[in-house]
């Protein structure tokens, strides 16, 4: 079974549209992430989520939009989207949010591009 | 703040040489330092980490050691294959960034037969 998967894989979409991407982990972890990879790989966190609360907001446009219905899913909306937003984003999760020493797990990714 | 500074890539490499991707760091709390890898098309692995001065961590070969005084956590594996080729990233832990991942830019080696 897959410990943090992430869906769509791959997401081509216009410029201005609405899309959402989903997460999932089973590991039983408290807290999830997104990060953002950008085209020379450079990878950096937008969000973090601990037990479905927000505790990281780096600064990221307001079009992104985070949400955590429960502990083992985190979404990502990004409303009007715009072509620097393509990307390859991943989630991650780790046991608790307070732990300088914990893994963080990493989904798969998903490969953004907007036209 | 935290910052995290990897040796440029591309590295190539024949397959069966040593391998090191030098990694210093700048925290002002007390960092965990980690070694992820990505390979083409995948997501991050975890290829091994150190939470404490004089650590050191080690998974398939390759190795990394925690140096409080150099502030460095250089990677190194002694005969590299071709299956290495991957993008690798060091990256630190500290309550600073709310216990985030801070990346350095990431290293791409590739390994000729």
């Known amino acids: 079974d897959t410990a943090v998967s992430q869906t769509p894989k791959y997401l081509v979409t216009q410029m201005g549209n609405d899309k959402s991407i989903k997460c999932e982990q089973n590991?039983?972890?408290?807290?999830m992430y997104w990060y953002k990879q950008d085209s020379k790989k450079f990878l950096k966190i937008m969000f973090s989520?601990?037990?479905?609360?927000?505790?990281i907001n780096e600064t990221v446009p307001n079009r992104f939009s985070p949400k955590s219905p429960d502990k083992a899913h985190l979404n990502l909306h990004i409303n009007s989207l715009e072509l620097g937003d393509s990307a390859v984003y991943f989630c991650?999760?780790?046991?608790?949010?307070?732990?300088?020493?914990?893994?963080?797990?990493f989904g798969p990714g998903t490969r953004l591009l907007v036209l | 703040g935290d910052s995290v500074t990897q040796m440029e890539g591309p590295v190539t490499l024949s397959e069966e040489a040593f391998l090191t991707i030098n990694c210093t760091y700048t925290a002002t709390g007390y960092p965990s330092l980690f070694w992820y890898v990505q390979y083409p098309g995948e997501g991050l692995q975890l290829l091994l980490k150190?939470?404490?001065?004089?650590d050191k961590g080690s998974n398939k070969g390759f190795e990394a050691t925690y140096r409080k005084e150099t502030t460095s956590f250089h990677l190194e594996k002694g005969s590299v294959q071709v299956s290495d080729s991957a993008v690798y990233f060091c990256a630190l832990r500290t309550s600073n960034s709310g216990y985030a991942l801070n990346f350095g830019k990431g290293t791409s080696l590739l390994v000729t037969p």
């Open positions: 991650a999760s780790s046991q608790t949010q307070t732990s300088r020493q914990e893994t963080q797990y």
């Open positions: 590991l039983g972890h408290d807290t």
């Open positions: 989520y601990n037990n479905k609360e927000l505790i």
């Open positions: 150190a939470t404490k001065a004089d």
